[in-house]
């Protein structure tokens, strides 16, 4: 059964610092891994979708990794600003069902 | 990017009632749909699959006789809560996915925060 782990599960830093968060999944049989961010009370914003075959996936301030054979992504955030305050999800679909099996969150603050 | 929309995103109700929710994909047609529910400070954890047209896929552990699932169109699936008690009381998410576009991301609805009294 596949567990999807996400450290730490809380993260404080002040405002500038570049920070790295970290998603890890015990069966490396993944189809795709998809990170998410999740604002108090809302649903999910889609950040980024790194496909089995891709090491990593930009957009903006933020890289994401994958290394499937070591069951592990990170989610890097440069320059970080108050405004990506929120609790960070990572994800993984097994196969090509669609279903998603989530980590349990990494809260992010961001400190002005 | 696509959107879907839920709704509503909050809902109080008494216990015993039954409360439905809907989740709508707005710029494109999802043939499959998925309901999460997530508890304070937790993940989201599925709890049925909603294939248009036919019958919800639920996973282990979750009642489909309470959480009733109709995913009528291509555009439009329900999940009713029915008889509501307060331990139903939780976030509840829906995601489709774009039948055109097999390797886009998942995209989420707001969420319905629920709560039973």
């Known amino acids: 059964k596949q567990e999807v782990t996400q450290i730490p599960a809380a993260l404080s830093v002040p405002e500038g610092e570049n920070l790295v968060l970290n998603c890890s999944f015990t069966d490396s049989a993944i189809y795709n891994l998809q990170w998410f961010r999740q604002d108090p009370g809302k649903g999910l914003t889609s950040l980024l979708l790194?496909?089995?075959?891709?090491r990593e996936q930009t957009s903006g301030r933020l890289n994401a990794s994958l290394d499937k054979s070591s069951g592990r992504s990170t989610l890097y955030i440069a320059a970080s600003q108050p405004g990506d305050s929120a609790t960070y999800l990572c994800?993984?679909?097994?196969?090509?069902?669609?279903?998603?099996?989530f980590g349990s969150g990494t809260r992010l603050l961001v400190r002005p | 990017g696509a959107v879907v929309s839920q709704h509503p995103s909050r809902v109080i109700c008494k216990s015993g009632t039954s409360v439905k929710i809907e989740c709508r994909s707005l710029d494109f047609q999802a043939t499959t749909m998925f309901w999460y529910r997530q508890f304070p400070k937790q993940s989201l954890m599925l709890m049925a699959t909603s294939n248009e047209g036919s019958k919800a896929t639920y996973e282990q552990g979750v009642e489909k006789d309470k959480f009733l699932i109709n995913h009528a169109s291509l555009t439009l699936s329900t999940l009713t809560v029915t008889s509501a008690h307060p331990e139903d009381s939780s976030f509840y998410i829906c995601s489709a996915r774009d039948r055109e576009r097999h390797a886009v991301e998942a995209f989420f609805g707001q969420g319905t925060r629920l709560t039973v009294v």
């Open positions: 994800a993984v679909e097994m196969d090509s069902s669609y279903k998603l099996i």
């Open positions: 790194i496909q089995s075959s891709q």
